[in-house]
């Protein structure tokens, strides 16, 4: 059983936080979906992937290729995660479920602080979540580094 870990951005941007995140759910062995809603944004953020440091490299793909089984790291707009994704990362408000929160072994949801429809759909998203039994704990980084200040156990 899995929980939803929401992270507020305030001070870095999601090109500089979701390759840490990455980073930190890659050493833990899982393989990742990054779920956003517009194709646009994902193309952009695969760009952003491969203009990480090379030390620093995320080995990813985008959803729709052929080796898609093969990614350790997934970018995709829809629910699919071809690559046995065990830990979902949900930006720009993907919707994720109680079901996968269940099913996964972590589910990120990261939003921008300074967008208040993002805070908005973070809120219901929390509350949704948190409302369907899962566990969840919420991140900011509002003091300049990364601190737990809220924390739901599972029904």
């Known amino acids: 059983m899995g929980a939803a870990f929401f992270y507020h951005l305030t ?22 979906v990054v779920r956003g809603n517009e194709a646009g ?13 090379e030390d620093d490299f995320l080995p990813h793909g985008q959803a729709g290729g052929e080796h898609d089984a093969l990614q350790p790291i997934l970018l995709t707009t829809t629910r699919d995660a071809p690559n046995g994704a065990s830990c979902i990362m949900a930006i720009d408000g993907a919707e994720v479920t109680p079901e996968e929160v269940q099913e996964a072994d972590r ?19 929390w509350k949704a979540l948190t ?7 919420y991140w900011s980084e509002e003091s300049g580094r990364w601190e737990k200040n809220a924390e739901t156990s599972a029904d």
């Open 107 to 125: 589910v990120c949801i990261l939003f921008d602080g300074h967008d208040p429809e993002a805070l908005d759909a973070a809120r219901a998203q």
């Open 11 to 32: 001070q870095n941007p999601i090109e500089v936080t979701l390759p840490l995140i990455l980073g930190k759910a890659r050493g833990a062995g899982w393989k990742i």
């Open 41 to 53: 944004r994902i193309d952009w953020l695969d760009q952003k992937l491969w203009q990480g440091a």
């Open 131 to 137: 409302g369907s039994g899962c566990a969840a704990q």
